[in-house]
């Protein structure tokens, strides 16, 4: 079945930027829909945050994250990516790349295929 792997997490200032990758395999990045969501604590829903349809049209819905986050997609890589521009502290959390056969918006209980996550650690 479709794999997601997530990569690019790590430490990073505030005001930083980072760009997070999610690598698609045993499948085509461009016959899902594909959704970013953090998740800033163990106890906490993960938060919707991206979505890219298959057609490439984007969308951001996590209002703490206009303007500073950007989805896109490589197709011939099969890669879908995460910039994250101006990072603050409240960025903290670990970042999953998930991927629906439903349209966006995507909530976390329609998706279909998870990744493990990247920890992303923003310090002050």
């Known amino acids: 079945h479709l794999q997601l792997v997530e990569s690019g997490g790590g430490s990073v200032q505030s005001g930083g930027s980072q760009r997070l990758s999610c690598v698609v395999s045993h499948g085509t990045l461009n016959d899902y829909t594909i959704a970013w969501f953090r998740r800033m604590a163990p106890e906490k829903e993960r938060e919707r945050l991206l979505c890219i349809s298959t057609s490439g049209e984007n969308t951001t819905y996590a209002d703490s994250v206009k303007g500073r986050f950007t989805i896109s997609r490589d197709t011939t890589k099969n890669t879908a990516y995460l910039q994250m521009d101006r990072l603050k502290p409240e960025d903290t959390g670990v970042y999953y790349c998930?991927?629906?056969?439903?349209?966006?918006?995507?909530?976390?209980?329609?998706?279909?295929?998870w990744g493990e996550g990247t920890r992303v650690t923003v310090s002050s």
């Open positions: 998930a991927a629906t056969y439903y349209v966006c918006p995507v909530h976390w209980m329609g998706v279909n295929y």
